[in-house]
């Protein structure tokens, strides 16, 4: 799989909602026919955050809310993902059906 079309297809599952990194890894291995890992997902994921393209957050339980975090955590498992504005202009460039 080309890593551009992981980051499309990581893009297209936070597009529309916060997401899991478990519930992005389906959709993206459901999308592939399960042409790639777990581990491919959660890096993807990083880079995208570090690009800005996407934002991390903790889900705050107490105030019932995401709250966004500062920079990439080293875990991203139990972490929260949804797509920024750059992000967004970026999935709509250059999504073509997948």
């Not at 957050?57 to 949804?82: C, I, M, N, Q």
């Amino acid at each position: 799989m080309k890593v551009a079309l992981l980051t499309l297809h990581c893009l297209n599952a936070v597009a529309d909602d916060y997401e899991s990194l478990e519930s992005i890894t389906a959709d993206v291995r459901r999308a592939t026919h399960g042409d790639v890992s777990p581990d491919d997902v959660a890096a993807c994921l990083g880079d995208l955050a570090r690009d800005a393209l996407i934002g991390v957050f903790a889900f705050d339980r107490e105030a019932r809310r995401y709250v966004p975090l500062a920079g990439v955590p080293a875990t991203l498992a139990d972490k929260w993902f949804s797509i920024t504005a750059q992000g967004r202009d970026e999935l709509r460039t250059n999504w073509v059906d997948q």
